[in-house]
C-alpha cells in the first residue's frame, strides 16, 4: 500500500488545502496521473500518482491540512481490470475477480451536496470565460458535481438546463382591482465561495502596500510606431532564426533594463532602516492564470537577449497557465511589468508588488491625434504609468526614469544598439 503524501509547496509553509480532487475514490490510476490539487497562501500545486493502482482517498476536498499528512493511499496490487464501477449514484465498487460481485441496494436519499457542485474546475474555468458561459449553465458531471473541461466541451445553449415555469392560476375575483404585479424575467441565484488561501494573501498584501508604502503613480504616453515597424519588419525573420515570435513584452524589458542603469534606487527596496540595492535586474511579469494573478520572475534580464527574454516569457507564461510555477519561480523580483492592455485597459494605477519599489504598467495601443513638428497626425499611443515608493524614490527620479523609458521605445533601434 502506498501513501499519497502532501508536499511542501515551499519554505516556511506548513499547511495547505485540498483545492481540488481530480480523481474519484476507488478509481485505477497510472503512475504520474495528477490526483489533487493543493493550494497554499502563495501557489497552486498538483500531486501526482507515485505508481499505479487503486485510489482511496482518505482526506477531503476543501480541507486544510497539514504539510507531511497522508492524503490517500494507493492499493499497488490491484490490477485495473478488478476495477468494475457500478453506475448507481456514481460509486465505484472494487471486487475481487475469484469471487462473485455483490450489488448494492438502491438508494433512496438524496446524494450529499458537495462544496464542488457547479464549481469549475481550473482549466474549465478559463474554458468558460473564453467562452463566456456562465456557471450555472453547465451542470457538472466530475467529483462532486465539479465542472470538467470536458462538460465546457460538450456545453451548447440547446443542452443547458431550463427553468420550467409554474402553471399560470386563474386570479382571484376581488371587489377592488389588485395593483398590477411587477415580474421580474432572469435568474436572480447567489452563491458564496470560500476565499482561496491565495486570494486571502494577495488581498493582504494589497492592503500592507496602501498602508505601509508612500506610493505614488505618474504617468506618460509613448509614440509606438517605431516598436510596430520593427515588428513587422523582422518578426517573419525573428522567428524564422529564433524559433519565438518577437513580442511588446521583450522590447518593453529591454527598455526598463536600459532604464534602471540610469536609476539604480528604482532596482532597489527597503529593509528596515537600510536600502538594498541590486547589479542584477530580475523582472517580475504579471500573468493571469486560471486562479488568479501570479508574477513570475525572469532573472538576470539586463543579461538577455530578445529571443532569451521571449522564450522565457512564453516557459512561464505556459507554467502560469497550468498552475505548474515553483515558489522559486515567484519570488525575488526587483521590478515589475504590468500588461493591462491585453485585456483592453486605456489607462490604470498599478499597485507595487513588495517589496519592490517600482512597477510599470502598459496599456492599450490605440491611434489618437498628436501634434508633431506643428502637424496634426495620427500615430499609435500608449499610456505608460509608472507607480513607485516615494520614500526610496524621488519625483526627479519617477519622471526622469519614465521619460527615459519613453525614449528607448520611440527609437528602439538605438535601444538595441547601445549608442
Do not use: C
Not at 256 to 273: C, M, Q, R, S
Not at 300 to 307: I, P, R, V
Not at 330 to 342: C, E, K, L
Amino acid at each position: 500500500m502506498l501513501e499519497i503524501k502532501i508536499p511542501s509547496p515551499g519554505e516556511s509553509i506548513t499547511e495547505v488545502t485540498i483545492s481540488n480532487w481530480l480523481k474519484s475514490d476507488g478509481d485505477y490510476v497510472d503512475k504520474d496521473d495528477e490526483l489533487f490539487e493543493i493550494e497554499s497562501d502563495k501557489a497552486t500545486l498538483s500531486v501526482s500518482a507515485e505508481a499505479g493502482g487503486v485510489l482511496k482517498i482518505l482526506i477531503p476536498e476543501g480541507e486544510n491540512v497539514e504539510v507531511g499528512a497522508v492524503a490517500a493511499t494507493i492499493d499497488t496490487a490491484a490490477k485495473a481490470e478488478s476495477v468494475v464501477t457500478v453506475k448507481q449514484e456514481g460509486a465505484p465498487v472494487i471486487t475481487d475477480p475469484t469471487k462473485p460481485m455483490k450489488t448494492a441496494a438502491p438508494v433512496e436519499a438524496e446524494p450529499r451536496q458537495s462544496h464542488a457542485a457547479g464549481a469549475p474546475s481550473p482549466v474549465a474555468r478559463k474554458l468558460m470565460e473564453e467562452k463566456g458561459i456562465a456557471a450555472d449553465a453547465i451542470k457538472g458531471s466530475g467529483p462532486g458535481g465539479r465542472i470538467t473541461k470536458a462538460d465546457v466541451l460538450a456545453y451548447s445553449p440547446e443542452s443547458a438546463p431550463q427553468q420550467v415555469a409554474p402553471a399560470e392560476q386563474p386570479a382571484p375575483i376581488a371587489a377592488d382591482p389588485a395593483p398590477p404585479k411587477i415580474e421580474i424575467s432572469g435568474s436572480r441565484n447567489e452563491r458564496r465561495e470560500k476565499m482561496s488561501k491565495l486570494r486571502l494573501k494577495v488581498s493582504e498584501r494589497l492592503v500592507a502596500v496602501k498602508n505601509q508604502t508612500a506610493m505614488l503613480t505618474t504617468f506618460n504616453e509613448v509614440d509606438m510606431s517605431e516598436i510596430i515597424a520593427l515588428r513587422k519588419t523582422y518578426k517573419d525573420e525573428f522567428e524564422k532564426q529564433h524559433g519565438v515570435r518577437l513580442g511588446f513584452m521583450s522590447l518593453f524589458t529591454k527598455a526598463v533594463t536600459e532604464a534602471l542603469k540610469h536609476y539604480p534606487a528604482i532596482n532597489a527596496f527597503i529593509d528596515g532602516d537600510e536600502v538594498v540595492y541590486h547589479d542584477y535586474v530580475d523582472i517580475s511579469i504579471a500573468v493571469q492564470a486560471p486562479r488568479g494573478l501570479v508574477v513570475p520572475v525572469i532573472r538576470n534580464a539586463e543579461s538577455l537577449s530578445l529571443d532569451q527574454i521571449e522564450k522565457e516569457v512564453a516557459r512561464l507564461a505556459d507554467r502560469a497557465r497550468n498552475n505548474q510555477l515553483t515558489i522559486d519561480e515567484m519570488t525575488g523580483g526587483t521590478f515589475t511589468i504590468s500588461n493591462g492592455g491585453v485585456f483592453g485597459s486605456l489607462l490604470s494605477t498599478p499597485i507595487l508588488n513588495p517589496p519592490q519599489s517600482g512597477i510599470l504598467g502598459m496599456h492599450k495601443t490605440e491611434e489618437r491625434p498628436i501634434a508633431l513638428n506643428g502637424q496634426v497626425v495620427i500615430r499609435p499611443m500608449m499610456y505608460l504609468a509608472f507607480s513607485y515608493d516615494h520614500r526610496i524614490i524621488d519625483g526627479r527620479e519617477s519622471v526622469g526614469f519614465l521619460v527615459k523609458v519613453k525614449e528607448n521605445l520611440e527609437n528602439p533601434v538605438r535601444m538595441l544598439l547601445q549608442v
